[in-house]
Structures are given as structure tokens and as C-alpha cells.
């Protein structure tokens, strides 16, 4: 069975601190995908690595997939309180079925 | 920008009653989904569609659960009988290439199902 275990789970921060999201499995993924959700809303999608060391920035977001794909990070600099949310990844095995982490809640205080 | 639409948004239902959840996928993907999403849970696959089957199934999705795609846009989740343990928050999702390509999946914003 695949896992994403994230960490940490919660986080309250001011407003121009950074942070560092983990995802973390003993599963090798063929890609991960990092997804912010709203209460209430469905998931949306950041980004998607594909390869081992891979760096992806997105703004203020620099998302970094493990050598062997087996773990990924989502570090924000300067956070501003619109990036409240919850921040989750997800794996692709190779099948259809994508695996979700819990997700990590984010709240960043003006 | 091009959406994924999930009707209803809400939706009370006594157990035992048939329910159908709605989607529109985005009108150029080829593989469509739907997850779950139980109060303050993890997301959770249920099934994938492709070419007009299912490609792949969990094993949440049982004989209660079943899925169409009636015409050239909708995308349909029927389940059965509800169960008290169906109330979750449902959620369509479309994709160019599907997991085994990139695994981007767009989400629409979700249909809450609440059984009583």
C-alpha cells in the first residue's frame, strides 16, 4: 500500500516567515503533484515533478522532488496571509489512482 | 480558464435513497475521476474512466457505486443505497493524459453529500 505522510500537519506563522512542507513515503512515485485546498472547495493544482532532483519555483514557492522519488518539499518564502490554506501532495504510482498525504494547514498571521 | 463543474453542491439524503452527483469535465480530457473526501480526512480514489469504461477501481467502490457518462459532457456518480458512512464530500476530477501520464488532475469544486 502507497503512503504520503506529510509534515508537519499544522503550522502558524507570521506574516514574512519562511517555511518547509515534507511528504514523505517508503513508495517510489513516477510523479508527485502538490495541490492547495480551500475549505469547502476542491483541490487545486501547484505543480507536478516528474524528476528525481527536480526544482520547480512558482513565485515565492520552490517545490523539490526526492533523488529517488520517493519524497518531495514545498518551501515558501516570505508567506503572506493569502497563502492560507491546506497544501497537499499527491502520488502517482503508475496507475490511475492518485495517493493523497493528509495535507499540511497553514495559517499565516498578518 | 476551462473548469471542472459538479452539481449539486449540497445534498441531504435519507439512508436507503439512490442519489446522483453531476459533473462537466473539461471539454479536451480523455480521463475523468471521482475522490472523496471524508470530514477531515485523507482524499480517497474511487474510481477512473476512460473510453467510455472504467479503467480502475478502489475497493471503496463497491456494487453500490456506479458511473456514466450519458452524453458528449457529463459525467455521472450514482450510489444505490446511502449508507450513513457514504456522507462525505465528493469530488470530480478530469485530466489530459491520467495518472499514467503526468497525473495532473483538475478538481471541481465538490458535491457535499450529507445521509440521515
Known amino acids: 500500500t502507497q503512503l504520503l505522510e506529510q509534515s508537519p500537519q499544522f503550522l502558524s506563522i507570521q506574516e514574512g516567515e519562511n517555511l518547509t512542507v515534507y511528504c514523505n513515503s517508503s513508495?517510489?512515485?513516477?510523479?508527485l503533484q502538490w495541490y492547495r485546498q480551500e475549505p469547502g472547495e476542491g483541490p487545486v493544482l501547484l505543480v507536478t515533478v516528474v524528476t528525481g532532483g527536480e526544482v520547480k519555483k512558482l513565485k515565492r514557492l520552490t517545490f523539490q522532488f526526492g533523488d529517488a522519488r520517493k519524497d518531495s518539499s514545498l518551501h515558501i518564502t516570505a508567506a503572506q496571509p493569502g497563502d492560507t490554506g491546506l497544501y497537499l501532495c499527491?502520488?502517482?504510482?503508475?496507475?490511475?489512482?492518485?495517493?493523497f498525504g493528509k495535507g499540511m494547514k497553514l495559517t499565516v498571521n498578518p | 480558464e476551462p473548469e471542472v463543474t459538479q452539481t449539486p453542491s449540497h445534498q441531504v439524503t435519507q439512508m436507503g435513497q439512490e442519489v446522483i452527483l453531476r459533473c462537466v469535465p473539461i471539454?479536451?480530457?480523455?480521463?475523468f475521476y471521482w475522490y472523496r473526501q471524508i470530514l477531515g480526512q485523507k482524499v480517497e480514489f474511487l474510481v477512473s474512466f476512460y473510453n467510455n469504461e472504467i479503467s480502475e477501481k478502489s475497493e471503496i467502490f463497491d456494487d453500490q457505486f456506479s458511473v456514466e457518462r450519458p452524453d458528449g459532457s457529463n459525467f455521472t456518480l450514482k450510489i444505490r443505497s446511502t449508507k450513513l458512512e457514504d456522507s462525505a464530500m465528493y469530488f470530480c476530477?478530469?485530466?489530459?493524459?491520467?495518472?499514467?501520464?503526468?497525473?495532473?488532475?483538475?478538481f471541481g469544486e465538490g458535491s457535499r453529500l450529507t445521509v440521515l
Open positions: 476530477a478530469s485530466s489530459v493524459r491520467g495518472g499514467r501520464g503526468t497525473g495532473e488532475l483538475f
Open positions: 471539454s479536451n480530457h480523455l480521463y
Open positions: 499527491a502520488g502517482a504510482g503508475g496507475s490511475e489512482k492518485l495517493v
Open positions: 513508495s517510489v512515485f513516477s510523479s
